[in-house]
């Protein structure tokens, strides 16, 4: 078991059990209502919950991008005003990076803030949506538009929940782990360099690692900047384009294989204005290969359309004004950022990745 601390609005700890429900329960028995968000597809799974004095209200919600959707926020809300939930109480989100998301948001926005716990389910949801208080919704014009910086008040990470995924899925959540290697800890990649995913899946102490340290990058990274004046956009490596191909391609590809291709995009774009050099582009293309994860835009739908991708491009979170921003690498662990970046200079790198 490991503790990791993230001291941001409020300070909280990123547990890495392998017992979730057992550190749940001491939370949970003190509150008078607890509210537990989960995904739809698992209500044949989900454990039963008990706790003296204290009422529970199960809240499936629409699994994947569907579930980050403001019908679903009204639900949410709707059902907390029925049961009577006051600021005292407490939400708890079980699943992967989607509910994580929406939950939270859930709980930013119900009376002005409720106090939340994070129970990720999948690896993307334990290395990058549970930790940080970054919550939120999808809007039809982008990823993400909608949201608030809510922190929860405990996360509580189980890996035996990965044994459930597809290895599509868990190949998915270590784009994230290898983002948080490229942009902080180089051992991360030596870790998983030269490895195929089953034999990272298989060894239950790689995986507690590569968790525990891109937990550790990530809560380093929130802790100094809570609500991303600067720092913490570095953690948005490789999502600029990654968001712009989940939006054309109507979310048809998992969020990590967007930021897998992202990553590739945004070193070529890096390579073209000789902050890096074409092997650092080509080290991001054989780990990433490496695992399964694709590094071109192939069939993806939509991803041909390049007016579409550079307009959704143009809405990322990241720009200011009409300047378009990108998080880049100057070497691995060092960051900086692109500005101004033409649109002939983006379709370059476009051209890159498109097969």
């Not at 809007?139 to 509580?156: C, D, E, Q, R, T």
């Amino acid at each position: 078991m490991a503790e990791i601390r993230v001291s941001a609005e409020r300070e909280y700890t990123v547990r890495i059990t392998g017992d979730w429900r057992g550190d749940l329960s001491p939370i949970a028995s003190k509150r008078d209502r607890v509210a537990i968000i989960y995904p739809a597809t698992l209500s044949d799974s989900l454990p039963s919950f008990s706790y003296s004095n204290t009422e529970v209200l199960l809240l499936p919600i629409p699994d994947g991008e569907a579930g980050k959707s403001s019908k679903t926020i009204t639900y949410i809300w709707d059902q907390l005003a029925k049961a009577g939930f006051t600021r005292s109480d407490l939400i708890v989100a079980i699943g992967g990076g989607t509910v994580t998301d929406a939950a939270g948001f859930a709980a930013s926005s119900w009376l002005r803030g409720i106090d939340w716990v994070a129970v990720p389910t999948t690896l993307a949801g334990m290395v990058d949506a549970a930790v940080g208080g970054k919550t939120g919704i999808n809007s039809p014009y982008g990823k993400n538009l909608i949201g608030a910086f809510h922190s929860p008040v405990s996360v509580l990470i189980d890996a035996s929940w990965l044994k459930t995924l597809s290895d599509r899925d868990f190949a998915a959540g270590l784009a994230e782990v290898i983002k948080c290697g490229f942009i902080d800890d180089a051992e991360i990649l030596n870790l998983v360099s030269h490895k195929s995913l089953s034999q990272i899946r298989d060894d239950n102490s790689l995986v507690n690692n590569l968790i525990e340290r891109s937990v550790t990058t990530k809560a380093k990274v929130v802790s100094q900047d809570f609500k991303e004046s600067e720092l913490r956009e570095i953690l948005n490596y490789g999502h600029t384009f990654g968001h712009a191909i989940e939006r054309v391609s109507d979310y048809a590809i998992r969020h990590g294989e967007a930021v897998s291709i992202g990553m590739v995009f945004v070193a070529e774009l890096a390579a073209a204005e000789d902050l890096i050099d074409s092997t650092l582009v080509e080290k991001h293309r054989e780990i990433l290969r490496g695992l399964g994860l694709p590094t071109s835009l192939g069939a993806i739908p939509g991803a041909n359309n390049w007016p579409s991708l550079f307009a959704a491009i143009a809405l990322d979170k990241k720009s200011r004004g009409s300047t378009i921003r990108f998080v880049v690498l100057n070497e691995i662990g060092n960051c900086g950022r692109l500005e101004g970046v033409t649109e002939e200079q983006l379709k370059s790198a476009y051209e890159k990745v498109l097969s």
